[in-house]
């Protein structure tokens, strides 16, 4: 019997002792569970940088293993065209793949690691497309990405064909030289000295009239300087410097044409003109020679008869007069010039005769003139 208390004793012992032991080992299974957690991080932790290391090995082998296929390129696109005619994967496809896919597992670990859980699906859709669809030409330079597009065009040319080795072409045109344009012969002829005239008067007048006075007188003096007989050169540089009010050197101009021998009633008349303006009648009676026709020079004789009249000479003066009012009897200012001389000479029924014939052609006369007339007839009628 007491056998038996003393087993149960022992049982309840047990049994107590074993929950307890049960109830001491329920209480640090929190601990294990996070030493677990920060085990698995570690390993986590190691494993990636493990990758990155391994990463940056694989990508240094990856290009020189791209710059020994970039120098091959004509052999690889060979055997490529080969492969594609079997259905077989060439080598150097197989590793470019193998490169590229190995190359793009370490960014896809790192990607995921590093974004957002909103943003891990669109990261893993582009490390998904970069490990299908590699683009090696984006890190490659420009000519090596148009050799390797020229490749391929060949290689998708010659599909149906026998491989054949593949080369790049390069044609460089080459310069020309340059075209030698043929010049047109313009024979040039001199032009005579009249037409040389005409263009310097045009080049003078065209001066004159924008207003270029010296301009014009410059070309003027050319022009007597090339033809110092001409009359016309002189007689329009003397009236250039009347225009600047400069007297004395119209005169020498048309001094010096006397000098030269030009025989011009038109230059004595300016002379004429010029010696009167300054009260010399004398010497413009000088520069009055009878050596032109009465016919083709009636206003120079006009105006020398004028000047006799001045001087006192109404004789001459009314023989002048008389000469003109035959050649123009339509002119009133000869009959009334003849008018005067005939009263300064004492001879009144002829004086009113000529005032008569001038009153009848007064049309060019002024009308003081008229009214000096109208007086000398009442003064002289018999």
Known sequence: MSVINKMLQDLEQRQQSQATTSHSQQVPLPRSSSKKGYVWLALLLTLVLCSVFWFSNVSNSGNVSNNSQLQTGPAVAGSDAAASKTGQPA????????????????????????????????????????VSEPDITAELPEPV????????????????????????????????????????????????PAAQQQNM??????????GDTSGAIVIWQQIIARQPAEANGYLNL?????????????????LQ??????????????????????????????????????????????????????LQQHEDALNWYQRLQQ??????????????????????????????????????LSVSSHNFIQQRLKATEP
């Open 91 to 130: 080598p150097a496809a197989e590793q470019r793949q193998q490169n590229d896919s190995t190359g793009a597992e370490p960014v896809a670990i790192m990607a995921a690691l590093s974004v957002e859980p909103a943003a891990a699906v669109t990261v893993a859709a582009a490390v998904t497309r970069t």
């Open 238 to 254: 003397a009236r250039l410097w009347l225009k600047q009010q400069q007297v004395v050197s119209a005169s020498q101009v048309l």
């Open 327 to 364: 050649l123009q009897p339509e002119q009133g200012r000869w009959s009334l010039g003849a008018a005067l001389a005939s009263e300064q000479l004492g001879q009144p029924l002829q004086a009113h005769q000529y005032y008569q014939h001038a009153w009848q052609h007064r049309q060019g």
């Open 145 to 192: 990405m148009l050799k390797q597009v020229r490749t391929k065009q060949n290689v998708a040319s010659s599909a149906g064909t026998a491989p054949r080795q593949l080369a790049v072409i390069t044609s460089v045109e080459p310069e020309l030289p340059p075209v030698a344009r043929p010049q047109a012969n313009v024979d040039k002829q001199p032009l005579d």
């Open 257 to 310: 044409a006397r000098q030269n021998g030009v025989l011009s009633a038109e230059i004595n008349m300016q002379l004429a003109q010029l010696a009167v303006q300054q009260g010399q009648w004398q010497q413009a009676l000088q520069f009055l020679a009878d050596q032109f026709e009465l016919a083709a020079e009636p206003e120079y004789f006009g105006f020398k008869a004028t000047v006799l009249q001045q």
């Open 201 to 210: 008067q045009l080049r003078a007048n065209a001066s004159e009239a924008a």
